[in-house]
Every structure is written in C-alpha cells, then in structure tokens.
C-alpha cells in the first residue's frame, strides 16, 4: 500500500480496520471519492464488517484525543535555589492534526499537562508537577517537495514548569521517576497494534538529590523520512551537562493505563508501566523491518534500510553513568515514515568559497564567511550544522558565523525524489593574530622619546599594521613607533583576506616638572640667605642637588639651601624624580658690603653731617620709615635714592630728638633709632 498523509489517516483506519477482522482487501487503495461505493459494492460479501465500520464511523467519542503527538520526552535541571526544579515536557505534533484551542473550549493542544513523580522503591507516588505550553517551533524537513506532497508537517511544542523537592523527601538511594501519561496515539501507526486506542508514556528517572544532577538533553530532531530499501541515518543523540557518560539502546515504547475513557494519567500508584504490543511478525529487533533492521549505535546515530512502506513507532533510551554507576534515563518516543522515493536524484552538490570548492574553512568572528553551491530554480536546499537541520536556511548561500561542520543537502523543487547530501565542510576559528607590543619605556620626560614595538618589531609582510593615538589613528605603518606625546596607544594587526585581527594597547604618560629660582639674590656679607625654590608638581620622593659646594651652609641635597658666599656666586638647582625626569633652575647670588647706619646726623647746613646718609645701602634697603616720638610717619621711602634732611611737611625742620626709624631688606627688618641734633 502507498502511503500518502494528505487525508490519508481515514484510509488507513478503515484498512486497518478490515485487516484486523479478517476481512482481507487486497491490494486496497482508498480515497475518500471511493468510500462510499466500496462499502456498496463489499455489502453482501462482508456484512459483518461494513456494520462494524459503520459503528466505528458513527460513534463520535466524547474525549479529545491526542493523535497529534507523535512523539516527546521530558528533562529536568536544577535551578538556582537548593531542590528547585525546571522541568520540560517536549511533544512533537502532526500539525495536519493539530486544533488550536479556541475560546469555546475545543481544540487538542493541551494549555497545561500533569506530569506525576514516583520513588522508585516500590513506587510510591510523592509529587504532582503542572508544565504549561510556552512556544511551538516548525521542524524543517530537507527534502521540501517531499514533504510537500507527503503532507509533513512536524512541530516541536514545549512545556515548562519549576517544581520544589524537598531533600528530606528525595534521598532514596534507588531515586525516582517522573511520567507523563495521554491516550490516544494516531492510529495510522503500523508496526504496533490497536494505535489508536493505545497511550503514550514520556518517562524521566533521575538520582537522590543529594547527587547533583541535570539530566542529559535531546537534541532536536531533523524533519527526516526513509525512502525503501535505501541507507538511512538519523541523529539521536544527547547532550550532559554534567559530562556524564550515555549510553543509548532502542526500548518498546510504554503505552501506559491511559484508554479511550481515561486520556489522562493520575497519581494512582503504579507497578510498572505496560508497553505496547507489536504487530505480527514485528520486534523490539525489528522496530523498522527490513535488510538492516532499526539500531542505535554508541553515539546516538540511528541507522536502518527499511523494505516495508508504512509509520513506525519506536524509543529511544538513554543511560546515564557516572562513575561507572547509573544514575537516571531518559526516553524520547518517536516515529518515522517509510516512503517509496523516485530513484531520481540531484547530482551532489558541492559547497564553495569564492567560487572554489572547500572542506576546510577557517574564520574569524570579526568576519562570517558565506558558503555557497550551485543556484537553480530547480533545487531545494536546506543547510545542515553537525547533522542537524538548520531551520530558514534554504537558500544556495549561507552565512556561517559559527563553528561546525556544515553540509547541505539538494533535492528537487517540483518533484518528490530522493535527494543528496554534500561532502562535510568542517568550519573552524582561524588562529588568533598575535599583536603585542613593548616599550624600552612608558613614562617619558620632556623632550625625550619612547620607541613602541609592534611583536618585537617583526610582522609578516602579509599582515597590515595600524595605530591610533587615544583613538585618533597615526600616520606610521610600521611595526617600530616613536612617541613624543602621552596618550592610550592603541596596535591593530590584520589579515585583509580573512578579517581576522589581534590588537594591543599600552598607556604612555608624560612626566614635566616645573621649577623655578629668582633671578638674583644678594646677600650681605658675612651673612647668609635661604634660596627656597618652586616646584610644580611637588612631590616628597624627588633627589635635589645643588652646586657649587662653595658657600653651602645647608647640604647639598636638600630642597631648601642656606648659603652665604665670600664672592658673587651663580648657584644651580638639579631635581630628578623616581622615574628620571630632571629639572634646572639657577639664581644668582651677589655679596652686598655691610650698611653702616649712623647714630646721629646735624641738618645745620654747614656741608657736614647734613642728612640720614646709610652707608653700602644701595640695592640693598627695601623700605624706610622714620616716626616722631608720638608715632607719627614723617619719613617714608621706597628702596634708599634720597637720605632723609630732617623735614617734615612741606620741608618744615623738625625739632631735635630721637626719632625711631625702621629699615627693611630682603633678609630682615632693622628697628633704631636716630637722634637729630641742631
């Protein structure tokens, strides 16, 4: 019989249903045009069975069946607080059979499903869990002509739910087990009997929740047939989070306690779970029949070549060990179609890079690279990542921004025939491009240069070389830079082929220190004076030297010197900070010949005597004043030009006395007195 799931699921129940009560058709092929007259024209040969049939096609059930699951799994992982759980219930549906809920309560896409947790030993129930729908996601089929006419249309529907275990109650060493129970499959299932009014059970065991766990992972599905009596490969694999090892082996699938009048499990305490019963002449060994009859190999590929035309129900079962030890299981309930293809197939495609065939491919993130094969109305695509189909990349070019091993596979735009897959290209991260870059130094003083290396001053001439300066790009191309200013530097080396790049930053920072002495300095002879000098930054850890020696009175590596040459003497300033940086600043220092200030003065005019004459003051005296005896100004100066005459006031002649005077230099303040005689 040729299959065909485009209104197909009628035919195939009324054949199955003649079959199973001997009322042998053979070679039957119906179509729902053709219904009415067959049961006309079998009316007397098999009454018996029309009347049969005839109540099954009248008697409506009331429940809403589950015929558009075919298949699921669940799995668990722990969440961040302590026994907190994430559990996942996957289903995947026939969307030919799949209603939609609607407001008025119709439809058999559940909203939420009850999923029911047992303790092993003896199997007790502990815990209800309820996993709400969260999304739906279209499985790709890669042969779409195919799939098209075949009426394939698979989707991925998720549930989710977090659930707490309290560690009290879940530290059994034998574990536990988590199941979902729905009645009824699609009964256009042909290698197990009665399908349609057989459940499914998705089943979960997992450890004492004193053995940390998350349990392994599916992955998803290829929207994949089997064309007859041709090789066939399928990935079943999983994923451990926990780096456990898995172990993979084909089981009967459960079929539960869920009927036609109970579809749903419930917590009632359970001793096992029934399987479903195979067809005549169909195995555990034989799931799929054929040349080579389905298996599972160590790495989660399944493999068969079918020679019978039909839908087949199978599971997948995965082991985890640790340490040598079991620890839980997963179980993926699944079918398969086995179709009759057209011999016809697509020459193999060829996957390119600009035009030239590859198998090896390196890239960088900075830069996807696109493969290619040839484009034609006439091919369908579909690219696959590590087997697996990848979904909406359909078209001869693909962006490949992550690493793999990519293939693609070609089939026909307008016919259903078998397709062909491309060689494997393996797509890989290029080496990173090395850039480093070093300093003979990175702090540099006023009018000094640092040299910047780009990997020691070799690069290939391959690869191209940039810089910037506090993101402001420079001019120099070469692997050597000379700096003169501060700034964050910044080394880019590429690979103008591949895009790829490695890039390296340094800080260069300028030191200046700005210092400062008078100009000239005098002191009196046989005096001293303090040369103080300003420093900008001032720092404590700068070195200070001063030289000559001759005349120091401080030493000479102090910030502050006290000298008192014999002679005129240009004394120079050194300071240099931890990092080397110098500054220099000199004063000039000059020895001034004592004043001789005298005690009196005769303002009597007679040439001698005559005025307040200080004798060596020149450059020396800053200020004057001279007050009465009351305390009264009467005699004010800057610097020392004009000797008082002993007036006050519109050169009026001031009394004889004593008069207080004060006279400042640059050095110190002198208090006296000065007597005026007549």
Not at 105 to 116: P, S, T
Not at 460 to 471: A, E, H, K, M, Y
Request: hydrophobic share 35%; charged share 20%; proline share 6%.
């Amino acid at each position: 019989m040729k299959l065909d799931r485009r209104n197909n699921k009628f035919k195939i129940t009324v054949i199955n249903f003649f079959q199973r009560r001997r009322c042998h058709l053979a070679n039957l092929s119906l179509n729902l045009g053709e219904l009415h007259f067959i049961i006309v024209q079998l009316m007397t040969r098999y009454l018996h069975c029309i009347l049969a049939l005839l109540s099954l096609l009248i008697i409506v059930p009331s429940y809403v069946k589950a015929d558009h699951i075919v298949g699921g799994e669940l799995f668990m992982r722990p969440q961040g607080n302590p026994g907190t759980f994430e559990i996942t219930l996957i289903q995947f549906w026939d969307k030919n059979n799949l209603q939609e809920p609607t407001p008025d309560g119709n439809g058999n896409r559940d909203e939420y499903a009850e999923l029911f947790i047992y303790q092993k030993r003896g199997n007790e129930f502990k815990q209800q869990v309820r996993v709400r729908y969260l999304s739906s996601e279209i499985i790709a089929y890669q042969n779409k002509a195919c799939a098209n006419l075949r009426s394939l249309n698979t989707v991925i529907g998720t549930y989710k739910g977090n659930v707490s275990l309290p560690e009290q109650d879940y530290n059994d060493p034998e574990g536990y087990y988590i199941v979902w129970e729905r009645c009824c499959r699609n009964s256009d299932i042909n290698n197990i009997k009665l399908p349609g009014e057989m459940g499914m059970v998705f089943y979960l065991e997992f450890p004492p929740l004193t053995t940390r766990n998350e349990s392994p992972v599916f992955s998803s599905p290829n929207g994949q047939y089997i064309c007859s009596n041709r090789s066939f490969s399928m990935n079943m694999s999983a994923s451990d989070q926990d780096g456990d090892e898995l172990r993979y082996s084909l089981v009967t699938p459960f079929k539960g306690y869920t009927s036609p009048n109970l579809i749903n499990g419930n917590s009632a305490p359970k001793s096992g779970y029934p399987l479903v019963e195979w067809e005549n002449g169909i195995s555990l060994a034989n799931a799929i029949p054929g040349p080579s009859p389905l298996a599972i190999d160590n790495n989660g590929k399944l493999t068969v070549t079918a020679s019978r035309l039909g839908l087949y129900v199978f599971a997948v079962q995965v082991e985890e060990f640790r340490n040598g030890k079991k620890i839980g299981l997963i179980r993926r309930d699944f079918q398969l179609l086995v179709i009759d293809c057209n011999d016809d197939q697509p020459e193999q495609p060829v996957i390119m890079m600009n035009a030239t065939p590859v198998r090896e491919v390196s890239f960088c993130p900075e830069r996807p690279v696109t493969l290619e094969t040839e484009s034609s109305q006439d091919w369908a695509y579909q690219w696959q990542r590590d087997g697996l189909n990848i979904p909406g990349a359909v078209a001869a070019t693909l962006t490949v921004s992550d690493t793999g091993t990519y293939s693609v596979v070609k089939s026909y735009t307008k016919k259903c025939s078998r397709d062909t897959s491309s060689l494997m290209v393996n797509v890989v991260l290029a080496p990173p491009i090395e850039a480093t870059i070093t300093a003979d130094k990175r702090i540099i003083c006023d009018g000094e240069v640092a040299v910047l290396q780009a990997n020691g001053g070799t690069v290939p001439s391959n690869l191209v070389i940039s810089w910037n300066r506090d993101n402001n790009v420079l001019k120099e191309n070469r692997p050597s830079l000379e700096v003169r200013d501060q700034g964050s530097y910044l080394l880019k080396i590429s690979n103008e082929q591949t895009g790829c790049s490695g890039s390296d930053t340094i800080l260069v920072t300028k030191e200046s220190i700005a210092l400062s002495l008078p100009a000239r300095k005098g002191v009196i002879e046989g005096s001293k004076t303090t040369l103080a000098p300003v420093i900008n930054p001032s720092e404590p850890s700068y070195q200070y030297s001063w030289s000559p020696p001759d005349g120091l009175v401080s030493p000479d590596d102090v910030r502050n010197v006290v000298v008192g040459p014999l002679v005129d003497t240009r004394y120079t300033l050194t300071v240099e900070s931890v990092n080397g940086c110098q500054a220099q600043a000199s004063t000039d220092v000059w020895v001034i010949d004592k004043m001789h200030i005298p005690t009196s003065f005769t303002p009597n005019n007679d040439g001698h005597n005559d005025s307040f004459e200080i004798f060596n003051a020149k450059d020396q005296i800053l200020e004057m004043r001279i007050y009465n005896r009351w305390g009264e100004l009467i005699y004010a100066s800057k610097g020392y030009s004009v000797p008082w005459n002993g007036t006050y006031k519109d050169n009026t002649p001031v009394p004889s006395g004593s008069y207080p005077y004060i006279i400042k230099t640059e050095e110190q303040s002198l208090n006296g007195t000065i007597m005026l005689l007549k």
